[in-house]
Nanobody, 125 residues
Framework: QVELVESGGGLVQTGGSLRLSCAAS????????MGWFRQAPGKEREFVAT???????VYADSVKGRFTISGDNAKNTVYLQMNSLKPEDTAVYYC???????????????????WGQGTQVTVSS
């Protein structure tokens, strides 16, 4: 298990940008992957992006070309740079860590054993 703390959420206008941060309690490189999910009111938690240290990054189609996930192992921190934000990006964003276990899919919540508390992102139209 690893403790995760998100920050960087807030209110932004359509077309704006935000950068979310996820600070981990241990070396991010000791995990298999770090991901971001989001959950809008009344909806299921959905995959946004993941960075798998051995193979690279994966994005949901809805954010491809607008969001970028990256990691700074020296700071044990993973980032989600979000550009060209849309109202439909409004959600609570969660950081998650794949610390090793059964493999399902990068897109599957079950792949990630540790979760942060979430940070709210609101995009106004």
């Amino acid at each position: 298990q690893v403790e995760l703390v998100e920050s960087g959420g807030g209110l932004v206008q359509t077309g704006g940008s935000l950068r979310l941060s996820c600070a981990a309690s241990r070396r991010t490189f000791s995990t298999r992957a770090m991901g971001w999910f989001r959950q809008a009111p009344g909806k299921e938690r959905e995959f946004v992006a993941t960075i798998r240290w051995s193979s690279g990054t994966v994005y949901a189609d809805s954010v491809k070309g607008r969001f970028t996930i990256s990691g700074d192992n020296a700071k044990n921190t993973v980032y989600l740079q979000m550009n060209s934000l849309k109202p439909e990006d409004t959600a609570v964003y969660y950081c998650a860590a794949d610390t090793g276990g059964l493999y399902y899919s990068d897109y599957d919540k079950r792949q990630y054993e540790s979760w942060g508390q979430g940070t709210q992102v609101t995009v106004s139209s």
